[in-house]
């Protein structure tokens, strides 16, 4: 789907604020510029669950206060990528400056704060934004908070591989099938999730440690249809104890049990989004990824993504019919 704004040409101010709300989160917008001198345009694209935003404007603060939070908690995983112009921004009390290239790593739940400004090539700036659910990234909220507000150097080095991918994507969308969509937007989320740790000096555990997580990772991927699935099996799989085991996840913010329940509902979340998904029943979408009641995953998937699953399907089959 492609959502184009086009230009704020009336209430430009309000209209303006409203506009950026509607793409990301609760937002609030503070400028120098009369109604006569603003104006902005926001282009948007779906990349399965991945949001890719070109946002364009005046000099202004884009910030998200505690206050705005309390109103929605919406919790997103995002990457501002600076295309024209110069900004800053402030979160996790931390400050970073960036220029044409250079991105960072920010969440929604937490507040933070974008200056943005033009320079003396154009009277605008222009920033890509890159949002995907929360959930849908696998770093504890440690690890993602240790990410955020690093000035990521789009000039040289895997940084700059990665900002050159990212201001590709801006520029053209792949053309693919959902199920294909899905993956990709997975897989350049755990890209930027491991650049941005490699570059901030994170990726910190041991080969021995990283191979047997990696290991322990695709077992579960590849056993969560099986309801029998616990952290007693995948010790016994492994050759490690139950405790060692849920050691190893705590360095991740989550118990055993805790990472089963949420790649189980990330896969019965695909599947609602995939024409795949229309041709089963919820029942029968949540028995085959290891739930063993339809009551238990509706609370689940409610509790995570803050919608019924029966009404998450429905809106994306209205957002798929506009594509």
């Not at 948007?44 to 070109?54: A, M, Y």
């Not at 090539?121 to 993602?144: A, K, N, Y």
Request: proline share 2%; glycine share 6%.
């Amino acid at each position: 789907m492609s959502v184009d704004s086009g230009e704020v040409s009336t209430n430009r101010h309000n209209v303006w604020r409203d506009l950026l709300r509607d793409h990301f989160v609760t937002l609030d917008v503070a400028t120098e510029r009369d109604d006569a001198s603003f104006g902005g345009a926001v282009r948007s694209d779906l990349l399965g669950h991945l949001r890719v935003s070109d946002v364009s404007s005046v000099d202004q603060d884009i910030i998200r206060t505690g206050e705005l939070l309390r109103r929605d908690r919406e919790r997103y995983f995002q990457v501002g990528l600076v295309r024209r112009g110069e900004a800053r921004v402030v979160q996790d009390g931390r400050e970073s400056v960036l220029r044409p290239g250079d991105f960072v790593v920010y969440e929604t739940e937490r507040p933070f704060q974008w200056w943005l400004r033009s320079d003396q090539r154009s009277p605008r700036w222009d920033l890509g934004v890159f949002t995907w659910p929360r959930d849908t990234i696998r770093l504890s909220d440690c690890e993602s908070a240790a990410l955020t507000c690093h000035a990521l150097d789009g000039a040289k080095g895997i940084t700059g591989i990665l900002s050159r991918m990212l201001t590709d994507l801006l520029s053209a969308k792949p053309v693919v099938g959902d199920t294909s969509a899905i993956r990709l937007a997975d897989e350049i989320g755990e890209l930027v999730a491991t650049v941005a740790a490699e570059a901030c000096g994170l990726a910190g555990d041991s080969d021995q440690h990283s191979s047997l997580l990696r290991q322990i990772d695709a077992y579960i991927d590849s056993h969560l249809d099986d309801p029998a699935l616990s952290s007693t099996t995948i010790a016994q799989a492994h050759f490690v104890s139950t405790r060692q085991l849920q050691r190893m996840f705590a360095r991740r913010g989550l118990t055993v049990s805790q990472a089963i329940r949420r790649r189980r509902l990330d896969r019965c979340r695909r599947d609602l989004m995939t024409g795949r998904g229309s041709q089963h029943t919820l029942t029968e979408i949540c028995f085959r990824w290891g739930f063993t009641d339809l009551a238990t995953f509706s609370r689940a998937f409610r509790d995570v993504y803050g919608i019924s699953p029966s009404a998450y399907r429905q809106a994306r089959s209205q957002t798929a019919s506009l594509e």
